[in-house]
């Protein structure tokens, strides 16, 4: 049950990429170029997605409890850090360069795009390289 | 600012959005858990016992749904003129960066956003900010 739902919710996911434009990294693109001739869509996409998306988590956290009785798996609260920030800015150079964030990435490696391929083997590349310092801080400190 | 109203679409974004945070809502609501893509698909890295296939799942879904999609609808060009060393350096940034500011445009931005998360909102404000001015600096001062 847990796997049909998540496949069902990728499939909605994807689509709403698709519909939406942001897997057309030129318009997302055109989004961040606030200096040049700025198309202002990809806010209204967060905005569609959160407008949805707020009602859910609200129910979400007043039941506990998913519809098939899982506990809700919310992030553990942490505080706003250094860790959080800096990668929070390496993400946005990295959007910033190419107009291609996760979801759009494999949007595209499902496109059979080329050079959205050459992208997603970059960032698990780049995730790999994380858990690899990851473990190498842990074995240093323990 | 100059905004450009022939590429401006704010219905297909609305909708396209809204479908977006339906995903998110099913999600959670039906195995509560987050839509955040780069977690999900990092997650893959770290195996956890009974942590394995909701990620497939859901990531299988998001693959193969362009050509459902396509089935339907013509789905929007996908233009990429980026450059193939940009494209590398690109990526490597993004999976780097989405690990330790642990979410991105969906984890943060969407999900995190919606349940007024302060942490999702200094982060989703640091990785525009950063979008911005990575864009600003590409295209108007070194001009790739």
């Not at chain 1, 706003?80 to 494999?106: Q, S, V």
């Not at chain 2, 642990?102 to 200094?122: D, K």
Request: with cysteine; proline share 5%; hydrophobic share 55%.
């Amino acid at each position: 049950m847990p796997t049909t739902i998540a496949f069902l919710s990728g499939l909605l996911f994807s689509c709403g990429l698709i519909l939406s434009g942001m897997s057309d990294p030129a318009k997302v693109l055109a989004f961040l170029d606030l200096a040049g001739a700025w198309d202002p869509s990809l806010a209204f996409v967060m905005l569609g997605a959160i407008l949805v998306a707020a009602p859910a988590f609200a129910l979400a956290r007043k039941r506990g409890r998913s519809f098939d009785q899982q506990p809700i798996n919310l992030p553990p609260t942490r505080n706003i850090d250094a860790r959080l920030i800096g990668g929070c800015l390496l993400f946005g150079i990295g959007w910033g360069i190419a107009g291609i964030c996760p979801g759009p990435a494999l949007v595209l490696v499902g496109l059979g795009n080329a050079k959205g391929i050459l992208f997603a083997l970059s960032m698990l590349a780049g995730m790999l390289i994380f858990e690899y310092l990851e473990r190498r801080t842990r074995q240093t400190t323990c | 600012m100059l905004i450009d109203t022939h590429a401006f679409t704010p219905w297909s974004a609305l909708a396209g959005g809204a479908l977006i945070g339906a995903a998110a809502a099913l999600l959670v609501l039906g195995s509560g858990r987050i839509a955040g893509i780069s977690g999900i698909l990092g997650g893959l890295l770290r195996r956890r016992e009974g942590d394995l296939w909701w990620r497939i799942a859901f990531l299988a879904g998001l693959l193969l749904a362009p050509n459902l999609y396509g089935l339907f609808l013509q789905p929007p060009a996908s233009r990429l003129d980026t450059d193939a060393a940009l494209i590398v350096l690109a990526g490597l940034l993004v999976g780097i960066g989405t690990r330790y500011g642990a979410g991105c445009t969906s984890g943060h931005g969407v999900c995190g956003l919606a349940r007024l998360s302060p942490r999702s909102l200094a982060a989703t404000l640091s990785f525009m900010a950063a979008g911005f001015a990575a864009t600003y600096v590409l295209r108007h001062l070194i001009g790739v």
